[in-house]
């Protein structure tokens, strides 16, 4: 299908973008520009390419408040001898000094170069970006997928790595883009001075100094635009972090840090309170919108300006039968921005991405409520039956939820017993979601859900009869709630679907864990029935911390739990993750391997009821994920690279600690997915 001009202009001022039409004649550049990348100090980037567009971002600030007028140019050739488009693009005080500028008639599957230069010819670095494939191509899709970068605690060393890796690629091989799924910032931010003991085995860096920021315990949070707009430059700042974004096209969605932490819909979350926030929400939305291009919706239709709807902090009392809050000035901070949307790559990738923040409903696990179910003989365990009974709330047992939900000797009252069932997408995204799948005639349908769609449980009913403290809950514990991994019922509803319209080649890949994770999608777990209906995976952070590294620094040495999380070994600095055991083959294989450190003894007692949805789980991984999507199999490959504590001054990025790659072949309708895990180098071994 080709876009008319019309309808092209149109789609640009949808998107915020101002638009400009390759030429098919090209032509030497005219335009005078000498690099100054300390005018463009965030770099330049490219966004939700097509496979006839992309639209390109710059960032070009002024001291006086008059707008500041740019070329941009456009090329097939790192040269600019053959230039193929040049447009003229505004940057004023209103945006930031950012701009957008969709670029269309391009080729598909094609590199292309961009820069951008003032009216003096002072210019921007190079960008290099790339067109997907025409919708008939079978040709084999390969992107990056990617989450989670910390540049308050961590070095972005992942980039660097992948860098390194596509420019010593075959033209084949190289990347198409990368897909960031979200926190792409962490609105929370220590100041060095706050935090002189650092955050694990990290140093704070300082990245960025609120002119409005709002102290909650020892860090900051963002309550401006302005602020926002703060973090994103302290973050475009990183070499690494910018160099990918001049060398690979993103596609981003935010998470919860692009907002606030624990915020959902419109709502923030500190200190057991949770307090209205439309103004943040907008404000936050606002800064995403002009720091990260892609196809995302606004509700105007102007090009340079983001056009904020004015809202106030109004209390959001009432909540529909989908758990939405109902108050207009939450709807209105919701609409926006529209962030969830569909790419295609060539005949066998549709990208379908989703929102997993703005449309929830309260997270149940996250009451203070259910507390109840935490206890300190168990840290972190919760018991299944629990999560999943609030999950479902009203609907919970076909409409008779429980009025108390036992644990142990206790009695707890079921506070969701009235709530609908747990939704983490809404009402109107899910329908659109399921229609995507629906209509998608793509060999590989690839949910990108920024969270983990993966159940994290373990199997405390098995432990010792001499064990210290006696398991309260009635069978496997889960790790708490927050994505569809114990949004049961929402799961469910999804997977159903996928397997009564006979969809195949369904695989969902996320973010938000801190952790590398592979295996299947099933709606349920023995007890109940194993059914996958797809392939599921995790990428693991790029450099924020993870569980491992938390639970180094922070678990009681002399607590009985601890060789479930760490196994300590005489003469190591350092544990191991035996946390990656538990998930995978339960508390048996995890205690014999903490205790003789024997493997293969250690997997002889596995419990293969525990993680049959399971086949590669590392809670200490940090890197980042590479999906090789061709007419007949999926290989998804995580590159791990050591914690990310210092800068690695080298090219490449640093050592590796493992590559491995996790094969399915596309399957028949009402076939099982199968997974193959391969270890290409490096150390694994804990993870399988
Ligand atoms: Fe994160």
């Not at 939700?48 to 567009?53: G, N, R």
């Not at 302005?226 to 993103?250: H, I, K, M, N, T």
Request: net charge negative; charged share 25%.
């Amino acid at each position: 299908m080709t876009f008319s001009r019309r309808q092209f202009l149109h789609t640009a001022a949808a998107l915020g973008a101002v638009a400009t039409f390759a030429t098919h004649g090209a032509a030497a550049s005219k335009t005078s520009w000498t690099e100054r990348r300390d005018l463009f100090p965030e770099g330049v980037a490219s966004g939700d390419p097509t496979f006839d567009s992309v639209i390109l971002w710059t960032r070009r600030p002024s001291t006086d408040q008059k707008k500041v007028g740019l070329v941009c140019e456009v090329a097939d050739d790192a040269a600019f001898e053959r230039v193929v488009a040049t447009t003229h693009v505004d940057v004023s005080a209103e945006s930031d000094w950012t701009c957008r500028v969709l670029v269309g008639g391009l080729k598909p599957r094609t590199e292309y170069w961009y820069r951008f230069a003032d009216a003096d010819g002072a210019g921007s670095r190079v960008g290099r970006t790339v067109t997907a494939p025409a919708e008939h191509d079978a040709r084999t899709v390969r992107f990056a997928f990617v989450s989670c970068q910390n540049a308050n605690d961590g070095a972005q060393n992942a980039y660097r790595r992948m860098i390194f890796e596509d420019e010593h690629a075959s033209r084949e091989d190289q990347l198409g883009f990368v897909l960031h799924l979200g926190d792409f910032i962490y609105e929370l931010v220590w100041y060095p001075e706050d935090r002189p003991q650092g955050m694990y085995d990290r140093q704070m860096r300082d990245v960025v100094r609120y002119a409005n920021g709002e102290k909650h315990d020892d860090f900051y949070i963002p309550t401006t635009v302005d602020d926002y707009r703060a973090v994103y430059r302290g973050y475009l700042r990183d070499p690494e972090l910018q160099d990918a974004r001049a060398r690979f096209p993103f596609v981003p969605m935010w998470d919860n840090h692009e907002f606030s932490w624990q915020g959902w819909q419109s709502f923030q979350e500190f200190n057991e309170i949770t307090k209205p926030a439309q103004t943040r929400k907008v404000a936050a939305m606002q800064a995403w919108f002009e720091y990260l291009p892609a196809r995302v919706k606004k509700p105007s239709a102007g090009l340079e300006k983001f056009d904020a709807p004015h809202v106030v902090d109004a209390p959001i009392a009432h909540f529909d039968d989908n758990g939405l809050g109902t108050e207009p000035n939450n709807l209105a901070a919701l609409k926006s921005l529209t962030g969830y949307r569909v790419l295609r790559w060539g005949r066998n990738v549709d990208l379908v991405i989703t929102d997993q923040r703005s449309y929830r409903s309260r997270d149940p696990m996250g009451r203070k409520e259910a507390e109840a179910f935490s206890s300190k003989d168990f840290p972190q365990f919760i018991p299944e039956e629990a999560q999943q009974i609030l999950d479902g709330g009203r609907t919970y047992a076909a409409g008779h939820p429980p009025a108390v939900i036992r644990y142990g000797d206790k009695e707890v009252d079921n506070f969701a017993k009235n709530d609908p069932a747990q939704t983490i997408l809404g009402a109107e995204q899910k329908k659109w979601f399921l229609n995507q799948l629906k209509s998608s005639r793509a060999t590989w349908k690839i949910w990108g859900n920024t969270t983990a769609t993966l159940d994290m449980r373990a199997d405390p009913q098995n432990l010792p009869h001499d064990w210290p403290y006696k398991w309260p809950g009635a069978g496997y514990a889960g790790f708490g709630g927050g994505d569809h991994g114990s949004a049961y019922v929402e799961r469910g509803e999804i997977y159903d679907f996928v397997a009564h319209e006979k969809i195949t080649g369904f695989a969902t890949i996320a973010g938000d864990r801190h952790s590398f994770w592979a295996g299947y999608a099933s709606k349920g777990l023995p007890p109940q029935k194993f059914e996958p209906v797809g392939v599921a995976f995790v990428t693991g952070s790029i450099s924020a911390p993870g569980l491992v590294e938390a639970f180094e620094h922070k678990f009681p040495k002399d607590h009985p739990s601890r060789p479930l999380f760490l196994a300590d070994r005489v003469g190591k600095e350092k544990p191991e993750a035996s946390v990656n055991m538990l998930l995978r083959h339960g508390v048996r294989s995890c205690l014999d391997y903490a205790r003789n450190g024997d493997l293969a003894g250690a997997k002889a007692l596995s419990n293969p009821d525990n993680a049959p949805h399971l086949s590669f789980v590392d809670m200490g991984g940090h890197g980042y994920s590479i999906v090789r999507a061709s007419a007949d199999a999926l290989a998804v490959e995580f590159v791990c690279i050591p914690r990310p504590v210092e800068r690695s001054s080298g090219a490449n990025g640093g050592p590796l600690r493992y590559r491995v790659i996790n094969h399915a072949k596309l399957w028949e309708s009402g076939e099982r997915p199968l997974m193959q895990v391969e270890i290409v180098e490096g150390d694994a071994s804990l993870s399988t």
